[in-house]
């Protein structure tokens, strides 16, 4: 399988990598156990387990519910803090090269940050889980086993993130655990046949691990009771200096090729190779060294080179306080945006103001528009089959 899937690659035949894409991304007989992350597990009677992480309340929704807030923490001084509104990731602290804690991705400090008529107009989806569908879905529509289904326009004539209450709106169950690597939380969810257009019951489990490593994991499954297409992933914007902007982070992509787009951001279905253009990060590039050569700035997937297991996906230093970030997935792509549209009118816990290219996200995904895109690596679950993915965030520093 490995070896055919780099020929795959390497010659660019889509339609063979999208089948055997499949076969690894929708493997039913995959076991879900390394997501229960749950219960503490103790290789012996003398191992210290670390308490499961606490809960505070994060305010309340727009209709009343409260929501609280988990904070997963290790013994180096990382500490990332979750809602289980929108499964989202209000703050990660990670230190610098000094040993210094700092903020590193965008967020606010209760519910109502991202519930505000400000942040529901601009839509920026700072760090939350998205589904049923991440990245834009052609014209809102797709057909599936011969019937056409028509899903929420969220972007324009397209279909964004889930459509217009997808995962990121929506109240998760919170179970804090712990497991053999660190802290853990895990988040469920049932998306309801129909909801937001889709078919299917889906069952979604998502469990964040902080670990003893310095990695953040986040690993994903789902079940269908009807065959549905499913992308799922985190929206974390990451600004390793705490500073204004992110353009002056070196960045490595492990991607020979994109995806092309039209105007609205939708594929062409062209596989373009990333050499001799600005697109090419497989070597270090700052942000901003060629970002004006792209119209609007970069949003856009990259087809990563390795795609069984657990693949490099890319690497990012900030190069003042020496911290690093290595992104590690099971996942064939990766969406690598740079904050085109934050404009200044948002202001974060620290009363930071989020302007233009203040984070990045790097988004671990299948292909955009994948069910419009029989070429593409399908993302289509049929009941039966158990969705898996998983994603790592590994933190560090460069002296």
């Known amino acids: 399988m490995k070896h055919s899937l ?5 010659t660019g035949n889509t339609a063979l990598l999208a089948g055997l894409l499949l076969a690894t991304s929708c493997n039913p007989s995959a076991s879900t156990e390394q997501n229960s992350g749950s219960s503490p597990t103790m290789t012996d009677s003398t191992q210290t387990v670390a308490a499961a992480p606490g809960a505070a309340s994060f305010g309340k929704t727009q209709d009343g519910t409260e ?5 997963l923490s290790n013994a180096h001084g990382l500490k990332v803090s979750i809602t289980n509104y929108g499964g989202t990731i209000t703050s990660l602290l990670v230190p610098d090269k000094a040993g210094k804690p700092g903020e590193v991705v965008l ?7 991202y519930q505000s008529p400000e942040f529901l107009k601009s839509g920026p989806y700072f760090g939350a ?3 049923r569908y991440g990245n834009r879905i052609a014209r809102g529509k797709f057909t599936l086993d011969g019937k056409e289904y028509t899903l929420a326009k969220n972007n324009g004539e397209n279909t964004l993130h889930g459509g217009k209450k997808g995962f990121d709106k929506v109240v ?3 179970e804090p655990g712990t497991s053999a690597e660190g802290q853990t939380l895990k988040l469920t969810y049932l998306s309801k046949d129909g909801e937001e257009g889709y078919p299917g019951n889906l069952r979604v489990t998502v469990v964040y691990t902080l670990t003893a490593d310095d990695a953040l994991k986040i690993d994903y499954s ?11 992933t985190n929206h974390a914007y990451f600004n390793l200096s705490g500073g204004k902007d992110v353009l002056g982070h070196e960045v490595t992509i492990a991607a020979d090729r994109y995806n092309v787009v039209d105007a609205g951001l ?13 697109f090419d990060f ?3 590039h700052t942000i901003g060294e060629r970002i004006a050569q792209v119209p609007g700035g970069y949003d856009h997937n990259w087809l990563l080179n390795q795609t069984t297991g657990l693949h490099p996906a890319a690497t990012v230093y900030e190069p003042t306080t020496g911290r690093t970030m290595e992104v590690t997935t099971t996942e064939p792509g990766l969406q690598f945006y740079t904050g085109n549209f934050l404009d200044g009118t948002l202001k974060g816990a620290n009363n930071q103001t989020y302007g233009k290219h203040a984070g990045f996200c790097m988004e671990t995904q299948h292909f955009p528009d994948s069910p419009n895109q029989p070429t593409f690596p399908s993302t289509i679950l049929k009941p039966g089959q158990t969705l898996q993915s998983s994603t790592v965030y590994k933190f560090g520093v460069r002296q």
């Not at 780099?6 to 390497?10: I, K, L, M």
């Open 107 to 113: 967020g606010f400090n209760s519910v109502s940050g």
């Open 222 to 232: 789902a079940t269908t009771d009807k065959a549905t297409p499913v992308n799922l």
């Open 67 to 71: 929501v609280q807030l988990y904070t």
């Open 282 to 284: 497989t070597t270090p």
């Open 6 to 10: 780099r020929a795959a690659v390497a």
């Open 266 to 278: 939708i594929p062409t279905g062209e596989l373009r190779p990333v050499k001799g253009t600005p």
């Open 172 to 174: 998760w169950q919170a």
């Open 129 to 131: 889980l998205i589904g």
